[in-house]
């Protein structure tokens, strides 16, 4: 259920305290038949707010920005404006979804792939990252995939070296937009979005918004968040002490799956190494690791085969763990 409620500038904000009175559901967002069969096949039903709020103004063809909490639906809310916004007679990328890490870009990939062959829709999808191999993303290109799912490194590298076409690209999506438009991505993004036609759609989600407009001129659409299912602590010790109390920790409370932040790679790894010394089932996800470590980490800790997860803000947000 969603209600709008007061207008933020040029924006509004969604409050799910007050709720309307019909239920929605994805028939009266507009979405085609064949998408909902496919979602009902996943056991969805029923639109979250953002979907809610984003997907009747994303099949308008506006450009906007969901801002939201992880965890929320945002990869659906632009998903399904994007899969029927495709031409499956048109052979060339008609969509774009960058992302800022290649764990949430494989995610995304896998979520669209899965959703197109649910659906029965001939829609290519492609996944296109640093650190795997350039050769085989080459041949893949050659089915013409219509929606692409990368970093924006190697999608630029791809177009530089004529084996990826973004003339007929429409449709543009950031994931976690605003680590995107942080000094870390945002050269390599702008001089993709260069290489796009002037007239296309953006669509810019993630759960902290840090303003685009001049890049886009979006509208804004934002979650108010009312989730009150947890609660935090906190345990102040000193320096020294902090891998020993999550040794503690973790041995004390019933956790099955604890995810541990720490700020430096360097501190990330030490911690791990301190950890397993002392019998605890941990794994860490550090960006200097390997592709297949870092995904091997990921698949540990979603089938339980590990306590905790080590990371730096790598795995902050957009994970499906």
């Known amino acids: 259920p969603v209600a ?8 509004i904000s969604v409050n799910p305290l007050f709720p309307q009175e019909e239920t929605m559901d994805f028939t009266s967002l507009g979405v085609s038949e064949q998408l909902i069969a496919a979602l009902a ?53 008609q969509a774009l979804v960058l992302a800022p ?16 062959q649910a659906a029965e829709l001939p829609i290519g999808v492609q996944a296109l990252i640093g ?17 692409i799912v990368g970093s ?63 890049l886009f001129a979006p509208r804004l659409i934002r979650m108010e968040s009312t989730d009150a299912s947890y609660e935090n602590y906190y345990h102040i010790v000193p320096f020294r002490d902090k891998i020993k109390v999550v040794q503690k920790l973790t041995r004390r409370l019933p956790i099955r799956r604890g995810l541990v932040f720490v700020g430096r790679s360097f501190d990330a790894a030490h911690a791990l190494e301190k950890l397993r010394f002392e019998g605890i089932k941990a794994v860490a996800l550090l960006g200097q690791e390997r592709r297949d470590q870092r995904r091997a980490a990921l698949d540990a800790i ?6 905790l997860l080590i990371s730096t803000d790598l795995a902050a947000r957009g994970l499906d763990i």
């Open 152 to 214: 924006a490194p190697r999608v630029q590298e791809l177009h530089r070296l004529g084996k990826l076409k973004l003339t007929g690209v429409k449709l543009l999506v950031l994931d976690e937009f605003d680590r995107l438009l942080g000094k870390q991505h945002l050269d390599e993004v702008r001089t993709v979005i260069r290489l796009l036609p002037v007239e296309r759609q953006a669509l810019l989600l993630s759960a902290a918004v840090r303003m685009a407009e001049e």
């Open 131 to 147: 650190g795997a191999n350039i050769k085989r993303q080459i041949e893949s290109l050659k089915k013409k995939p219509a929606l």
């Open 302 to 307: 979603r089938a339980g085969r590990a306590e």
């Open 101 to 116: 890490t290649h764990e949430l870009a494989m995610q995304i990939a896998t979520v669209a792939r899965e959703l197109a």
């Open 4 to 11: 709008t409620g007061e207008a933020l500038g040029h924006g």
């Open 41 to 93: 096949k996943r056991g969805i039903t029923a639109p979250t707010e953002i979907q809610a709020a984003f997907i009747p103004a994303a099949r308008a063809g506006e450009n906007l920005i969901g801002e939201a909490s992880t965890g929320t639906g945002k990869t659906l809310a632009y998903l399904l404006p994007v899969m029927e916004r495709i031409d499956p007679s048109v052979r060339t990328a």
